[in-house]
């Protein structure tokens, strides 16, 4: 049993956002799907207060050990998450945490005020690892902007806050700790490493965003420093991922100081893998 934010999970294994469709696999699986969860709480694809398209593809390109991705959020929006995906989501049968992602921190806060408000909502995951377009600095990349935009949507829900945090700072750890001192609940790490790769023979760039974020198993040794180093300078507690393909990989997470473990690009290799990971840490399944 674990407990995340006074919120009791079966476990400790997530998925981290974007990187398994339970929609999908229901659609494709039925409801063994839901009868074998492989997760202990599900994290929602990050949702922008506007529908998106994505980037054009090419959209990922496997390096030694890992992916870089550059999907570039392509979701159905506030409106649309709300009215075609919430109800889906709320079948699965763990909690459910919502990823949000505000271009401001006007549309941070409706995207707050609008999923907190909502029963089937357990958590919501503040995905900072994007320009402000008022500042134009990346809010997850300052410990200052992080706390601005932690301290505008602290009083608009009453739901447990976890900021994901971005790789690509300075400090995470003062990133993590301006979080936490702004009324965060937790924090999540880590998002994926900015990275890049040339087309072979026109040596431009071959991603359609030109470049990406890199994840897997690549990121591993990265994200287990960056846990260790937030999970020394925060009381609250910490989600770690990057790169977790085994029960020991999770292990290594834990034993660095997190909380929750979640699941990323290996999802891609093995939709089953949540339930392995479990296995291996000799935690129950979900359901
Ligand atoms: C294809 C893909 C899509 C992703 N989409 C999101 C997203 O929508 N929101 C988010 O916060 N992180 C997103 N991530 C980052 C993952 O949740 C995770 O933080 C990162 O990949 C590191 O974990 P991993 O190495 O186990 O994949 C995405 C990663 C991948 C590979």
Known sequence: MTELCGIPLAGPVLNGSGTFDAIAARH?????????FPF?????KTITLAAREGNPPPRLWETPAG???????????LEGFLGLDLPELAELPVPLIV?????????LATLVRRTGERDEVALIELN?????????????????ETARAVERVRPL???PLIVKLTPNANDPAAVARAAEQAGADAVSLINTLKGMALAPRTARPWLGGTTGGVSGPAVRAIALEQVRSVTTVVAIPVIGMGGIA??????????????????GTENFRDPAAGLRIAAELGEPAAV
């Open 28 to 36: 494709a699986f039925g409801d063994a799907v839901l009868e074998r």
């Open 40 to 44: 202990h709480a599900f994290v929602s």
């Open 67 to 77: 992916l870089i991705n550059s999907i570039g959020l392509p979701n159905k929006g």
């Open 99 to 107: 990823s949000v992602m505000g271009f401001s921190l006007d549309e």
């Open 128 to 144: 900072v690892s994007c320009p402000n377009v008022e500042t134009g600095l990346v809010m997850g990349a300052d410990p200052a």
């Open 157 to 159: 829900t009453d739901r």
């Open 246 to 263: 085994t029960g020991g990989h999770a292990a290594d997470f834990l034993s660095a100081g997190a909380t929750c473990v979640a699941v």
